[in-house]
């Protein structure tokens, strides 16, 4: 049995009995069992264990447990993708990171899968913030950062709100995609809908490059759609005079259980009077994952780009 397995049986069966003892939903028990552990009270062992053989076991268990609960706001952020984006932040600070950790911002953290993929993947290269709106799914994700222990500080509140939050190196985010209810928050947007709700994953889109350095980078997993919508004007024009696209990349179809569900990677660059537009945008479609030469070829065309840049 792999040592995250191990990791998850011992989370699945505590959660379990908690649930059923305290008669409460599973999340809120494997949250208790978590914090339980953190606080010395379950004393369990799986040899060299690994930060990510931590986070996929809390992963499974977070998945069992929103399976459950089937709340909408309540979704994961796919392994493969976190890995992916880890590959790129690492592609484009390549040189940053000969000088140390580089910053960075997840505004729409959920249980931090996303985040902590991308950590765990440059383990000590970055210091993170985090913010999320939900207290179940925060509250999960710091339990998580504490378990694998990864330096990251987090804020409970609405992203779209004013953040206290220093510009990062870079953004990563998993858009929220669909309308934004608090109309009065949005209009302190550039990319508030001239008429009706404006959507959400618009709106992220510019606070996160509010919240980004000039010359860093946001990677964003978009709608595939993002470009194609009533509003689409409105981005096109406001990415046009603040950031530089660096590249979109189409994902595999079949990570995703429905046309309406798939997603891009979207790499923008904040303006800065000190640097230029990028000569070559980068436009390509990762290969079946399964695919290990033709996913070697899609790392090499990425390297090549970037050599190019």
């Given amino acids: 049995m792999d040592k995250f397995e191990q990791i998850f049986g011992f989370l699945n069966e505590y959660a379990e009995k908690i649930a059923k003892e305290q008669d409460i939903e599973y ?12 606080d010395g009270k379950y004393d369990w062992q799986v040899e060299d264990t690994t930060k990510e053989d931590m986070r996929k076991a809390i992963q499974i268990a977070i998945l069992k447990g929103m399976r459950k609960s089937a709340q909408p706001n309540h979704q994961m952020t796919p392994d493969t993708l976190g890995l992916l984006v880890s590959h790129f932040v690492e592609q484009c600070f390549e040189e940053e990171l000969k000088n140390g950790p580089i910053t960075v911002l997840d505004p729409a953290l959920g249980t931090g899968n996303l985040l902590y993929t991308v950590m765990n993947a440059m383990d000590g290269k970055i210091q993170a913030t985090g913010v999320e709106v939900d207290e179940l799914l925060i ?3 710091a339990a998580t950062g504490d378990l694998i222990e990864q330096p990251v500080t987090l804020f409970r509140q609405d992203s ?5 939050v220093d510009p990062a190196d870079a953004v990563i985010c998993d858009l929220p995609v669909g309308y934004y209810p608090n109309e009065e928050v949005a209009l302190d947007y550039e990319l508030c809908a001239a008429e009706g709700m404006s959507y959400a994953h618009h709106l992220f889109i ?13 990677f964003f997993l978009i709608p595939t759609n993002l470009f194609e919508s009533e509003q689409a004007k409105q981005l096109h024009k406001f990415i046009k005079g603040n950031v ?3 590249a979109v990349i189409q994902l595999p179809e079949n990570l995703f259980s429905s046309r309406a569900h798939e997603k891009s990677i979207l790499i923008l660059q904040k303006q800065s009077p000190s640097l230029k537009a990028p000569s ?9 994952m399964s695919n290990k030469q033709a996913l070697a070829m899609f790392f090499e065309k990425v390297r090549m780009w970037k050599e190019g840049k």
């Fill in 280 to 288: 070559e945008v980068l436009l390509a479609k990762v290969p079946n």
């Fill in 160 to 164: 779209l709100e004013k953040l206290l």
């Fill in 206 to 218: 510019e606070q996160s490059l509010n919240h980004t350095k000039e010359g860093g980078y946001a």
């Fill in 139 to 141: 509250r999960l994700a």
């Fill in 244 to 246: 530089w696209i660096q």
């Fill in 27 to 38: 999340l809120d028990a494997l949250l208790q069992t978590v914090e339980d552990t953190l």
